[in-house]
């Protein structure tokens, strides 16, 4: 949970000179990705991208005159929401919690209070931004292959996802090539200043700017970082991690604005994809960049030719130029034909007839090249796969596609969703948002599953095995009946729930199993020998209906041993109705 201070002025000491000069190194750093950035943006991302924030304002372009096809804008709007969809869907669970200790995992005291926690963490994200922001972080992370967003939590404003634009930030990691440090840069008005860090915390000619001049802006950059990163002339504070936040090129040095902490790393990094130490990340849109220019000089190249074709060079005679033609569309022009010309005094200079079938299909080849790239048609399988699509068709049409999708699914669990699941239930935790922990769960360690539509498809192509082998052993059992022995019925359906994603309070635990089971078995030997009670008593009555002599065969054996077993068996555990039955048959 978050221990925010405003503290007051204290100048520009070592510590904070330190920040501000490892803040510069890492732009230095960052450089080489800027302008990269800024042509990924131009063709997927407009406005996304900002290296270099003015004090005022940002002053890049809105929109990208330039662009003459909007295939790459489009198919990265498409990744970002089927990312959204497939991953972390408002409309259905995503994640689910578990234990370390699986057997405890699937008592239900311990599943009725994780079913519980991770509803209340649904209700949170729900009534957050948490959604939009991811939105944003799936936007950035296809384009630039970064992003960054905060978490935050209040008491009175609840909770706050704060996605950054590419641009705004630097990152370093430690030595587990984890995102540990973050730098900002924001633009602020004085007015939004005086009621982020309050008026004291302000320098006098801040405070005289708030009185005459609120909306002017000034650049205010936050450090948040390990505690042992600050460096000597700080005081050293309690919790792991600082934020500190100061005004930024001012005379005189840095301006501390406000100092404080968090218990642990309030924000998250994930990259698409990194190549070896590198701390920014690599996308799929830096693979499709190529395409969408050559998709632009293709476009441009196009409306040349149409253009030539509908309103071509003219050759016009010499002679008329002080004549003034309109060559409008439906113009009409009457002169005189000079001495010596062509009664044609106005024709065409070049016949311009572009194939424009041909080009067409060109760039539809060029724009599904795009589509492709960006994951476009994985994605819209798998999305209208959940009304026209089972997953068995999914996994066998979409194997190789999901497979080279699950290091980036992989690697967004590690540096995205674990942390980000971590974080809030320590938030949650801290708010008094929890409900009471049972006993026996005390001091176990958590375990996030997730569900979402593309971690199980991913559990889906490996499921297809399972399949092929149960089809195996059932037409294997037709003819050889021992088949079914190799099969262990309660592993294999406990796998096949797992990686179907469905909760574990819709299957039994073993314990209610076995019970069933033994049941079962004692009403089926009940009945078996309810059974065998029946047929013994109709040939009882057989006996009973043969004549022999002046009696029946019955009397004439009723001196046997066995027989005389039967009638006391027979006496204590025949029902009303069993014994009406043996008097009416003379027993």
């Not at 000179?17 to 732009?27: D, E, T, V």
């Not at 009185?211 to 970082?225: E, F, G, L």
């Not at 005679?317 to 034909?337: F, H, K, Q």
């Not at 194939?355 to 819209?380: C, H, P, S, W």
Request: charge should be neutral; include cysteine.
């Amino acid at each position: 949970m978050p221990a925010l201070t405003p503290c007051p002025t204290e100048g520009h000491g070592p510590g904070l000179s330190r920040l501000a000069r490892r803040h510069q190194a890492l732009l230095h750093r960052r450089a080489p990705w800027d302008s990269a950035w800024q042509s990924l943006a131009e063709h997927f991302l407009p406005t996304r991208c900002r290296p270099e924030p003015e004090g005022d304002t940002w002053r890049g372009p809105q929109l990208n005159s330039r662009l003459v096809d909007a295939t790459g804008i489009l198919a990265m709007r498409v990744l970002a929401a089927g990312m959204q969809g497939g991953l972390t869907s408002p409309a259905r669970p995503w994640f689910r919690l578990s234990l370390d200790d699986a057997d405890l995992a699937k008592s239900r005291p311990a599943q009725a209070w994780l079913d519980e926690v991770a509803a209340r963490m649904r209700v949170v994200f729900q009534r957050s931004n948490f959604y939009n922001a991811m939105h944003s972080v799936y936007a950035e992370l296809g384009t630039f292959g970064t992003a960054f967003v905060f978490e935050l939590a209040d008491p009175h404003q609840g909770f706050c996802f704060m996605p950054l634009c590419a641009g705004e930030y630097v990152l370093d990691c430690n030595a587990r090539q984890r995102v540990d440090t973050v730098f900002r840069r924001i633009s602020m008005s004085v007015r939004q200043m005086e009621q982020a860090f309050g008026l004291a915390a302000l320098p006098e000619q801040i405070r005289q700017q708030a009185r005459r001049q609120p909306d002017i802006r000034h650049t205010v950059v936050q450090a948040v970082c390990p505690q042992e990163a600050c460096g000597a002339g700080q005081r050293p504070g309690p919790l792991p991690f600082v934020s500190i936040h100061w005004l930024e090129g001012r005379e005189g040095g840095e301006q501390l604005l406000r100092r404080g902490g968090f218990l642990a790393f309030p924000g998250f990094g994930p990259r698409w994809d990194v190549a070896g130490s590198d701390v920014y990340g690599r996308s799929p849109a830096m693979d499709a960049l190529p395409d969408c220019r050559m998709l632009q000089q293709m476009g441009l190249t196009t409306l040349k030719a149409l253009h030539k074709a509908v309103d071509p060079p003219m050759s016009v005679a010499a002679g008329l130029r002080a004549v003034g033609l309109d060559l409008t569309p439906g113009g009409i022009n009457y002169v005189d034909s000079l001495p010596g010309q062509s009664p044609q005094a106005a024709t065409p200079l070049l016949q311009i007839r572009p194939d424009l079938g041909t080009a067409r299909k060109a760039m539809e080849a060029v724009q599904q090249q795009i589509r492709t790239g960006l994951y476009n048609d994985l994605f819209k399988l798998v999305l209208e796969g959940r009304a026209n699509v089972t997953a068995s068709e999914i996994a066998a049409r979409e194997e190789e596609k999901l497979i080279l999708l699950g290091p980036v699914l992989e690697r967004l669990h590690d540096e995205l969703f674990n942390p980000l699941i971590d974080r809030t239930f320590e938030l949650m935790r801290g708010l008094d948002m929890l409900p009471p922990c049972p006993p026996e769960l005390r001091g176990r360690h958590l375990r996030v599953e997730f569900v979402s539509l593309l971690a199980q498809a991913q559990k889906l192509v490996g499921i297809s095995a399972a399949d092929q082998y149960l089809s195996l052993t059932l037409k294997a059992a037709t003819a050889w009946p021992e088949a079914l022995d190799s099969l262990h019925l309660d592993n294999l359906l406990d796998n096949y729930a797992e990686s179907l994603g469905l909760p574990v309070s819709l299957t039994r635990p073993l314990q209610e199993r076995q019970a069933l089971r033994e049941a079962r078995a004692a009403a089926a030997s009940q009945e078996q020998g309810l059974r065998l009670l029946g047929e013994v008593a109709n040939v009882l009555r057989s006996l009973s209906q043969s004549q022999l002599g002046e009696g029946n065969l019955l009397d004439a054996l009723g001196d046997l041993p066995l027989l005389q077993n039967v009638r006391e068996a027979l006496s204590p555990a025949t029902s009303p109705e069993s014994s009406g039955t043996e008097e009416r048959a003379g027993a």
